[in-house]
Every structure is written in C-alpha cells, then in structure tokens.
C-alpha cells in the first residue's frame, strides 16, 4: 500500500516539478439548459487533450481521485436523479496503480437533470474535482469551479416574440444539439423523430431521412441474409451427414428390401418407395413449418440474440454431443414407434407408408435430432418465414434420395459400405463440431449482456483445444465408449487429421490479434480481445449517434453510422474482410467520424420511454432497442449490417450500403464513386 503511495507521490512531483512546465490537458465548460417549462440539464463537459485521460466517477479505493462533482449551491431547483455519465467509459488494467480503472479519454460529458417553477430564478454553484494522467505523468487533483444561473426560459408560445440568436449563440446551440436530442429521447421527454421549437437553433439527427436515402438509388451491396438456396443446401448437407449414422445408414437396405419384397411386381414396389420418400419430405417440411407458425419469424429471430434462448440452445448442444460420444442415448418413448408400427400394419396404401416414414423419423431422432436442431435454428434467425421449412426441404431430401434410388436400382444394394465402427467415428466427429458450434450460442448471449465471459482469446482457445483433440481422435489416439479399436488409421482418417490440426495451428495467431477471417462469422469481436499484437482492425470512435453526430458537427466531418449486432454474422465478416482494407481503414479513421451501434444491445436504460410506431405504442427499454427504433424511423431498414453516410446535420451524402466483401466495392461507396 505505501508502496503505491509512494509512487503517486513521485509521479505528481516529477509532473509539477520535473520538467519547469504546466501542464493542463483538461479544459472545462458548464452550462445550464433549459429543456422545458419546469426541466433543465446542468452539463459539465470536459475537453481532453491526446495521449490523456480523466478519471471516472467510481474508481476503487487507494486508486487515483475519482472526478467528482459538488453543487454547494442549487436555489429554487431540485435534483432530478442522479449524475449520468453521457460519454464513453474506458476499462483498463494500470501498471501504475495495479488495479483496473476506469476513464475517459478526447472528451468526458456529465449532464444532471434538475426540475424548478420558474427557470429565472435557477442558480447552481459549485465545483468539479478531477484527476489527469497520461502515460508518463499524472497531475495533482485539480478543481474547476462554476456558477450558473439566470437562465432564460424555452418560450414555446411566444416564439415570435423571442430575440432571434446571434451567430455566436447559434453556433453553441450547435454544438449542444445532439446531447440536447439524446437526453430529450432518453429521458422520454420528447418523441425521437420531434423536432425542437424556439429560441434554441437545435439540429435534430432524428428526423427521418427515407425519401433522401432513396433518391440516392438502391442500396449497395446485399442484406446479407442466407439466400433461400443456401439455406437449402445446408439443409442438404445436414441430411446428407445423418445418412451417415448409425440411426439411419443400416435402415436403407433394410427398407427398400422390405418394398420390393412385399409388392407383387418391381414398379409397384418402385411407387412405395417414392412414396416413402415424399412421405419423409412431407414431415420434416412440416415441422418446420409447425416451428415458425409457433414462434413466428419475427420472434425467432428476436430469439436468436436473447440471451436465454442462446444459453438453453448452448446447452441442448452440448447434452447432444455428450450423447454423440457414447454417454449415453436420447431416444423417444419406444412406445411411440411401436404405436406407429402397428398403425403401418392395420392400413393400407399411402397412408401406411406415410406411418412407416414416421417411425423412421421417431427411431432416428437420437441422430438427426442435433443435426436438426442446429438447422432450425441457424435458419430461424434470418427471420424468414420460409426459412425452416426450406432447411427441412433440403434435409428431407437428403435423407428421401437413398430410398428412391436403391429401390430402381436395388443391385447397388450390395455395393453399399456395411454398417460399422465407422459410422460411429462419423457420430463422434459431429460431437466435436457440435462443442465448437456450442460456443456461437455462448459468446452471443455473453457479448449483448456484456459479460465479458467468452472473450475472444477464450473463445479462440477452446476452438484450438476442440480441434486439436478432433485430429487425435481421428488419428486413432483417442476413443470413446463405442468406438472399436483398430491397430492402424484409415487413410481417409489421416487426412480428415491433418485437416484438422491445420485448423487449428492457423487459429494460434488469433491469440495475439489476428483477425483470422475464415473464423470471422462465429469468433466474438476483435474488440473483446484483451491482448492484441494487431493494429489493423478499425474502432469505432463513438458507440453512441447523438454524441457522435455531435462531435462530427465540431470537427466538421461526415459521418459513417454502422448498424450492428453482436449476433450479427455478416457484421463480424464485414469488420475482418472490408474494414482492415489499409484503403477502407485509412478513409474510415481519416475522413470520416465512425459510430458504431448494436441494435441488440441489452442494457437497460436509466429511464425508459415510450414512442408511436406504425400507429401502435412501443416501449424503448434497452440502448439495442433505441438504435433500432433509430434505423427503423430514420433510415426506414432494420437489417444488419447497414451503413448509412450522412453530413453534420443527419442527412444522407449517398445510398445506403450493406454486406458485400469485396473491398474495392466498399471503397468506390466511401470515396462516392458508385
């Protein structure tokens, strides 16, 4: 303890002393604005100067001097709340001190609502105590005093009657306009999209800007959600991945046998087969259908970021690959198929063979189960309403095909590989992917709750850890309950191997930064990182519109808006493949000012409020759902990743752009050449 002392004793003399010069990298402004008839704002702002920073509110004991601030004096006015902290709070491990403190660097704002009778009569006095240090040095705790008051009332009634601004005090309304906006929004005080009336001369980065966006042309680039094909497809590949497992691979010869034996001539056996097959498809198409009409698209995809849904899907997946490494069996009620076996018997024509598919279904869900419940909700969260039953299209037609075919050609029946300890290598295999995709769920729910649990070091870690133990299994080196033991590898296996261990040798680097772009889709963010070599990723300088719009205002700069999610896949994609371009970072940290928010940001706000909507009522309770409710009335979109240009007072300087990897195309948007 006396050790620290010491030591910030020396640091403050060498800064008085050492060096003959006064330093004061923190200069102050306080200002009374009055917000309506009985509300007003004491704001504190507080200008930093580069390589410093100014200490925050809350900072543990035996630390620096936390910034405080002391109204000795509030006539005629009472405090509404308590102080909030407007700007960005940074949290960083001090060498120094050898403790995590928290501060604010470039600019620190502090506003606290008070309430009164008559806004002439308002007086506040009082002072701020603070504490500035940079990297070599930290200055004596400092005080810089204040006394306002005298303010004049907003005049909404009498507007013509009031002095119209001179330039100067139009230019500091200015400047005020965008904290002004967002503590009106925030606080519930006004509508989002309402615009200020009276003396003060407010620009409002609210108002809705559709019509303007749109005659700038389409937008560029794609919404980035999973086309209808593809997610075909990945229906295909799940399906065809069950086929090659022990529920499902040793029924084909068995069925097919079956249809052509009880038939009294091959093409009627031929019909029953195909009907089996579109039998199989019409299940699962139904279930996902069932799975939407349930929940709706739009509530899947609000599942998909809550944090709940992520923890119970976490979850799922890891008993299900549990189960896949031989723990132990998730089957249906037993009573189930033998109900449906003997319906199959005690009908005829279609709708035995549909009873049949069914008990197939049922009899090997203990393998597709996984793999179907991964799919859904993959599919799900595009918020398409096709979307399930087109992954269910897709896997059902991969499990469907075997039986068509082997029924017209039943003499490959022979040439088929024998059931095996292979199929329960292929079994084990998806254990392993289904631990690594576990995690996905994991780090969505710890990135919009802000645990900070699953960083992405951690996250990287396990990856390399899951794949590691994945190429010793299929080196024979590992083995699990059901596995047989062999005396030599396969071929295949050795391959599958070196595939694997490669993967995870090329995620090492991504313990020291790297971007590691083939992994960009599920890792956590670069900004979760704490240990980073690499200084190519870009950063967004404001997470929060009204402050950035703000500060772009001040330096006269336009302004990159990026709506993201922490969910959002093509976001993290386009952060990893576009953004650390040297040209795309160099515009985006050079020319314009970046504001990056997630629109599925869970934190409460301090107050929240209610806004009219498409005729309805809605309830802004979450910073996401405010950024939101901003991409929705002003720019007319609710589709991640979106990146809007606009000038210093929110209006669009181009057409909209969206998810496309290509650099060069994101390059010709930045410069407006498209």
Request: hydrophobic fraction near 45%; glycine fraction near 6%.
């Amino acid at each position: 303890m006396q050790r620290k002392h010491i030591l910030l004793i020396a640091v403050l003399l060498l800064s008085q002393f050492g060096f003959g010069q006064i330093f004061e990298p923190v200069t102050w402004t306080h200002e009374l604005k009055i917000t309506g008839k009985t509300t007003g704002d004491i704001i504190h702002k507080a200008t930093i100067e580069n390589n410093w920073h100014l200490y925050g509110m809350n900072i543990p004991e035996n630390g620096p001097r936390p910034t405080q601030l002391v109204y000795e004096s509030l006539i005629n006015a009472e405090k509404a709340g308590t102080i909030q902290a407007k700007s960005k709070l940074l949290e960083v491990y001090d060498k120094s001190f050898q403790m995590n403190l928290s501060w604010y660097a470039n600019e620190a704002i502090f506003v606290q609502k008070i309430s009164f009778t008559d806004a002439t009569k308002v007086k506040v006095e009082g002072y701020v105590e603070y504490m500035a240090c940079d990297d070599e040095r930290c200055l004596p705790p400092a005080q810089d005093e204040f006394s306002l008051g005298n303010a004049k009332a907003v005049a909404t009634e009498t507007v013509a009657n009031v002095q119209q601004p001179t330039k100067s005090e139009e230019t500091a309304d200015f400047i005020q306009a965008a904290v002004i906006s967002e503590m009106a929004v925030d606080s519930g005080l006004v509508a989002a999209s309402a615009t200020p009336t009276g003396a003060e001369k407010v620009v409002d980065y609210w108002t809705p800007v559709i019509d303007e966006l749109r005659a700038f042309g389409n937008q560029l680039g794609s919404s980035g959600d999973i086309s209808l094909w593809l997610i075909f497809l990945a229906g295909l590949a799940g399906g065809l991945l069950a086929l090659f497992t022990p529920c499902v691979w040793p029924i084909i010869p068995m069925t097919v046998s079956f249809f052509l034996k009880r038939s009294d001539n091959k093409s009627r056996g031929r019909r029953d087969a195909i009907l089996y097959g579109f039998s199989i498809v019409i299940i699962y198409v139904l279930l996902g259908l069932v799975i939407t009409v349930l929940f709706g698209a739009s509530a899947l995809n609000s599942m998909s970021t809550n944090a709940v849904f992520n923890l119970i899907f976490f979850a799922l997946l890891i008993v299900f690959a549990i189960s896949f490494f031989g723990a132990f069996e998730i089957t249906l009620p037993a009573s189930w198929s033998n109900k449906l076996d003997a319906k199959a018997e005690s009908t005829a024509g279609f709708l035995s063979i549909l009873f049949m598919a069914f008990t197939l279904v049922l009899v090997s869900f203990s393998c597709t189960g996984p793999i179907i419940g991964t799919l859904l909700v993959e599919v799900s969260s595009t918020g398409s309403l096709l979307a399930p039953a087109i992954g269910m299209l897709g896997f059902a037609t991969a499990l469907a095909i075997p039986f068509t075919f082997f029924a017209f050609f039943p003499s490959l029946l022979k040439s088929m590989p024998k059931s095996g300890g292979w199929l329960n290598t292929v079994k084990v295999v998806l254990a392993f992917l289904e631990l690594a995709l576990a995690l996905k769920f994991l780090s969505v729910a710890d990135l919009a709750y802000g645990w900070r649990i699953l960083d992405r070091e951690v996250f990287i870690s396990l990856w390399i850890v899951i794949f590691a133990m994945l190429g010793f299994y299929l080196l024979g080196k590992i083995r699990f309950p059901h596995d047989i033991e062999s005396k030599h590898s396969s071929v295949i296996g050795t391959f599958l191997a070196i595939i694997s261990f490669s993967f995870a040798m090329y995620m090492v680097p991504g313990l020291w930064g790297a971007p590691l772009k083939a992994i960009s889709a599920f890792a956590p963010p670069l900004t979760t990182q704490d240990f980073n070599l690499y200084d190519s990723e870009v950063h967004a300088k404001f997470d929060d519109y009204d402050l950035g719009m703000k500060y772009a205002a001040e330096t006269g700069k336009p302004v990159i808006v990026d709506f993201s999610g922490y969910g959002c896949v093509n976001c993290r994609k386009m952060e990893a493949s576009v953004w650390t371009h040297p040209r795309v970072k160099e515009l985006l940290e050079e020319d314009f000012v970046l504001i990056t928010v997630f629109v599925d940001d869970k934190t409460a706000l301090s107050q929240p409020y209610e806004v009219e909507e498409n005729g309805k009522t809605r309830k802004i309770r979450s910073i996401g759902d405010k950024w939101s409710y901003l991409q929705r009335v002003k720019f007319g979109s609710n589709s991640q990743p979106f990146y809007v240009m606009l000038d210093n007072e929110g209006k669009p300087l181009n057409s909209s752009f969206s998810f496309d990897e290509n650099p060069d195309n994101f390059i010709r948007w930045l410069e407006r050449k498209n």
